[in-house]
């Protein structure tokens, strides 16, 4: 008969998960995940783990107990391993990142040829929006922003259209938590952030009227896969002498256009109004 699993906690419990991990049992267990993750159609038992790896019983035990508790492994109730949903997750994460900054700089850099503003792509990393990708303005007075700059979701424009086409999850965390105040036009209260939400939903687009940063304003347009949800979000951010409210609306068209061909490239069949 095989052998009774160990309950989780009993992995968990031996696996030393909240120890200092040296870069040895670092190297050790990526190399668990890769055999794991990678070899054969079904979930592996102990011994054959051992045998593909060539690490000692004791040490593919504990640490396979630590991918566990990570939520990178999952066992089964044969003490069979295999790889968790989040490895799932952070592949088509990555294809979904990978696509989208290659499909969207043709766009961002027509974007700032047609309207001479810095154009911006983010992507969600929760409770932030995370610049992957700019465009500089060819004009001396311009944004100043960095790629990896990460900014709060409810005050900027990239933020707010990621968020308002986001997870119910999300938006709910983000309206009912602190709302710090970055400029005297920054939503703060929950009831104006739901509403602003909507409004973006129904309009398709997202504009920062100088709540993250002073002088700066701010149009941007989500970008969403197959399923609805917003995976990115392009923008054209500029002073707010040159950005009035006036042309900000006038470029949020030309925003949510070419979001809405990104969108499609990435297999979405509808669009926000």
Request: with cysteine; glycine share 6%; net charge positive.
């Amino acid at each position: 008969m095989p052998a009774k699993p160990k309950a989780k906690k009993d992995l968990i419990a031996k696996s030393g998960v909240d120890e200092v991990i040296p870069s040895r049992a670092v190297n050790r267990s990526l190399q668990l995940l890769t055999v794991v993750a990678l070899h054969g159609k079904e979930p592996l038992k102990l011994a054959e783990i051992i045998r593909l790896s060539s690490l000692p019983k004791s040490t593919v035990h504990r640490l396979l107990g630590v991918l566990c508790e990570a939520g990178f492994l999952r066992v089964d109730s044969e003490a069979r391993y295999g790889p968790s949903p989040l490895l799932l997750a952070m592949g088509m994460n990555f294809l979904r990142q990978a696509d989208v900054r290659s499909l969207a700089l043709p766009a961002m850099q027509g974007l700032t040829a047609s309207t001479q503003e810095t154009s911006h792509l983010g992507v969600l990393q929760f409770p932030w929006v995370v610049y992957v990708d700019k465009v500089e303005s060819p004009l001396p007075v311009r944004m100043h922003s960095q790629v990896g700059a990460m900014n709060p979701l409810h005050c900027t424009g990239l933020g707010k259209a990621l968020l308002a086409f986001s997870s119910a999850d999300h938006i709910e965390r983000i309206a009912t938590g602190p709302l710090p105040r970055a400029t005297k036009n920054t939503i703060t209260t929950e009831k104006a952030l739901r509403i602003e939400l909507s409004k973006i939903r129904e309009q398709g687009f997202a504009i920062d009227d100088v709540e993250n940063e002073l002088g700066i304003r701010c149009v941007g347009a989500p970008i969403l896969g197959h399923e609805g949800t917003a995976i990115a979000a392009i923008s054209i951010a500029g002073p707010d002498t040159r950005m009035t409210p006036e042309r900000t609306l006038e470029l949020a068209t030309e925003v949510k256009s070419v979001a809405r061909k990104i969108s499609r490239q990435l297999g979405f069949t509808s669009h926000p109004h």
